[in-house]
């Protein structure tokens, strides 16, 4: 059984009251009919947090709006390097809850940052850590595009610890930033000394199992002004379709959503939570007037 994590290592940020203050990677509200994933608690990230009254937020201008990166955490005792290289942490036979976690990794300037390695470490469904062997170990490499995925169990509880997941970055040429995921809604979340609510994955049942987004800002100096790697077209795209979770888009596919035109930027899968109006950094809107179709 784990020995409990001392909080000996940074703390949350003086007088801050433990408040949501999310770099707005990508703000804008999910008040278009799509409900955040969030289940419980405060969002965790400003694409799922609507304005007052429910209005659709503006996106920040290069997201420079003076919040910080992801927050640091501790590393704990628990950590072991040389994981293995893989972003799934199970087998068949692995018990425990399933837990896909998905998001992306950006930059100072809201946009993704490829290469950068992910360094995964958690307790098992009884709340133990394997010390001896990489049970629950795994790290990975983001995309060219930024995301990363990990497929694991929702860890198990221990003494003075709500459940979290471990998480090391580094991106190519920067420093290492260690921090740990929670999730909403779970009671210990106010008795942990550790737990930061800006550290809150956006959490959602997906049949037997759950599927969890977050996406880190790291501290990594990028040009706002750069092009995408694809320019605009000079005539704008038909949309191909309307825009629809589980699709894989390549950049320069055209899509509608909510009455209007988007270009996609960077080729992803389209989950729930990335809708065209939430996500700038992957998709342009090109019309005010086009139809859904």
Known sequence: MPLPEEPTAT??????GRRVSRKTVLRAAAALGTAPLLIGGRVALARDQPASGGAVLAPTPDCHDGDEPTVEQMEGPYFKPDSPLRNSLVTSGTPGTRLTV??????RACRPVP???????QADHNGAY???????????????QGSFSLT?????????????????????????????????GEPRNSTDTLFDSRLLMNLRQAGPGQEGTFDFVLDVPQDPTTPPTTPPPTTPPPPTG???????????????YAGLAYRCLQAHTAVVGWEPPNVPALWQRLSAGRSAG
């Not at 703390?11 to 801050?16: E, F, L, M, R, V």
């Not at 062997?133 to 060219?144: D, K, P």
């Open 11 to 16: 703390p949350g940020p003086a007088g801050s």
């Open 102 to 107: 998905t998001g992306y990794v950006f930059g």
């Open 115 to 121: 290469g950068v390695l992910l360094d995964f470490w």
């Open 130 to 144: 394997d010390n001896s062997g990489y049970r629950f170990r795994g790290h990975q490499f983001s995309t060219a």
């Open 152 to 184: 694991t169990i929702v860890p198990g509880l221990y003494p003075g610890r709500t459940r979290h997941l471990h998480v090391k970055l580094q991106a190519p040429g920067h420093r290492v930033v260690t921090t740990q995921l929670y999730f909403p």
């Open 242 to 256: 309307t825009w629809t979770p589980g699709r894989a888009y390549r950049a320069g596919d055209g899509a509608a």
